[in-house]
């Protein structure tokens, strides 16, 4: 296994076990949750940064007569980064840092939290197919083989840039990359937010139970008005959710491979 494979194979495993953890909010409390949440946050973007060119050589050759499978691959990734970037941004605008700092000028608190919630779900079953999709890559990373990608080797570009070309800094190619990653997920993330207003009545609160306090107390300075209600951690139950929450992406994993029959 090369290094970058190995770093893969690292950030993908812990990638994993954050978005179960994050799902079992019982398990860790609610301001562990929104932290761990920023956690993931960046890992999301490196991941999407570090497959850039394998992503543009799927979605080159999308247009390709019959290549119904290179489609089918190209838009469930493309739904999983929507999916991400939706429950991502929305699980940071329903936190209590986000709202301390601007309340709801992006969006109404209730809608977000109403996202958040919604595609919990939807999420942890696009992971399992993403799983079953890149299984074959992943069992050869893991048993030290070179791992290549269907459609890479032969591309004509590398790095993002033509093979007889000038070659971009590594730092400006990787940052020019994150901020177009960003802004793709930023718009997503917007167009599930309004499709999800509406939807739902004027005033109708999420999942985590959006409050709204006065802004002022007698005892001490202002109190966020739109923080979502403290959850305190009950480890029993989350243990028992973390585990239903495995369960349920090994069998998304074994229908999309067996069933589905999900390749590269």
């Given amino acids: 296994m090369n290094n970058r494979a190995a770093f893969l194979i690292c950030l993908d495993t812990a990638m994993l076990l954050l978005v179960w953890v994050l799902e079992t909010i019982p398990l860790t409390g609610l301001e562990l949750h929104q932290w761990l949440g920023f956690a993931l946050c960046p890992l999301v973007l490196l991941h999407v940064v570090m497959q850039w060119q394998w992503c543009v050589t799927q979605f080159q050759r999308m247009f390709t007569?019959?290549?119904?499978?290179?489609?089918?691959?190209?838009?469930?990734?493309?739904a999983l980064l929507v999916m991400m970037a939706a429950v991502l941004v929305s699980g940071v605008f329903v936190s209590r840092q986000a709202t301390a700092l601007v309340g709801e000028s992006l969006g109404r608190v209730g809608v977000w939290s109403e996202v958040h919630g919604l595609l919990n779900f939807v999420l942890l079953v696009l992971v399992g197919l993403h799983l079953a999709l890149n299984w074959e890559w992943i069992i050869a990373a893991l048993r030290r083989r070179r791992p290549v990608r269907p459609g890479l080797a032969a591309s004509p570009l590398r790095n993002g840039v033509a093979a007889s070309g000038p070659r971009r800094p590594a730092f400006v190619t990787f940052l020019w990359r994150g901020l177009v990653v960003l802004l793709i997920s930023s718009l997503a993330a917007g167009a599930v937010y309004f499709a999800t207003a509406a939807m739902l009545p004027a005033k109708k609160h999420g999942p985590m139970e959006v409050q709204r306090v006065a802004p002022m107390t007698t005892n001490g300075p202002p109190k966020n008005q739109f923080a979502p209600r403290p959850r305190p951690a009950d480890v029993p139950e989350g243990i028992g959710r973390l585990v239903f929450k495995m369960a349920v992406t090994v069998?998304?994993?074994?229908?999309?491979?067996?069933?589905?029959?999900?390749?590269?």
């Fill in 65 to 78: 007569p019959g290549a119904y499978r290179v489609r089918a691959n190209a838009l469930l990734n493309l």
């Fill in 251 to 264: 069998l998304v994993i074994i229908i999309g491979r067996y069933v589905l029959r999900l390749r590269l």
